[in-house]
DNA sequence: ATAGAACCTGTAGTAGCTATAGGTTCAAGG
DNA sequence: CCTTGAACCTATAGCTACTACAGGTTCTAT
């Protein structure tokens, strides 16, 4: 059984997030309320950090907090099961490749841009830069 | 000449964003304080209209307000050159590039969360779902 | 024992809008 | 010409997801 203990810096440091975002998440209800030092310092221990990292994870996946917070009640009402968490997961694929795809566009846009522009010989006036962004787009 | 004449709502329709956010970028100092009429409506023509396409699809790009005051610097102050915007616009393609790389090793991610994750048969507890952001990544 | 790193709470600030309130002006139809 | 209602005006508050700061306390290592 490991009962290792983590202070906030050590949790934040695992999950590569600020002390002042587990604060944030705590007080946004992600985070439990820890038990506490005789000095009032939060005192977690490893499913803290499980939990701190999968939320840091899902931010990074593009969830919201308050999607994160629908896919934590699977966590914390063991009555529901993984196959609502599957169909949100599905959900967001289509979603994060919606920003994929978008972000496609405009990096080929961006490459467009650079290889247009010629460097230093142009005046803003008919900066093919400035003209790219202003054409118009499908 | 094209001496055409637009209100705010006109414009915002056709740079595709809100009448607030022009007023937003107005603020900002993006937009210029055009003239009014003599109720004090605000009259735009159509190098605003451009200016304002160019600052919406800048935001698209992923350009902060920041960043495009500096790309706006080059129009107007046209003892800038392309060459500086050109350089600007590079720098940004690597930070596109990142961000898509970033979603497409996220996006497998979900891919194979939902792939893993059989349906309805796993508790919480040994949900394939949670444990894929769970585990450390590179 | 003491220095200083890390922690505590609470509040304010950030970006980039978006929404609301409460009023004024404009344009089109009768 | 008059009226109605859409569109405009300013100013302020609210939003998300943090981040930073102030002013104080506790922990840890020497």
Redesign the pocket.
């Known amino acids: 059984m490991n009962t290792t203990q ?5 949790i ?1 440091k695992q999950a590569k ?12 209800g992600l985070m439990p309320e ?1 038990p ?7 005192i977690y221990s490893l499913p803290h950090v499980k939990r701190l990292t999968f ?2 994870r899902c ?1 990074e996946l593009g ?5 994160i917070r629908g896919l934590l009640k699977f966590i914390d009402e063991p009555n529901h099961y993984c196959g609502e968490v599957k169909a949100m997961a599905m959900l967001h694929v289509r979603e994060v490749q919606q920003k994929i795809d978008d972000l496609q566009r405009l990096q080929s846009a961006l490459n467009d841009m650079v290889i247009k522009c010629k460097g230093a010989d142009y005046s803003i006036d008919d900066c093919p830069i400035i003209d790219a962004l202003y054409v118009e787009q499908q």
Chains 1, 2 share one sequence.
């Open positions: 983590f202070s906030i810096g050590q934040a997030c600020k002390v002042e975002t587990v604060h944030y998440y705590e007080k946004s820890p506490r030092t005789e000095g009032g310092h939060r939320i840091r931010r969830f919201s907090i308050e999607q």
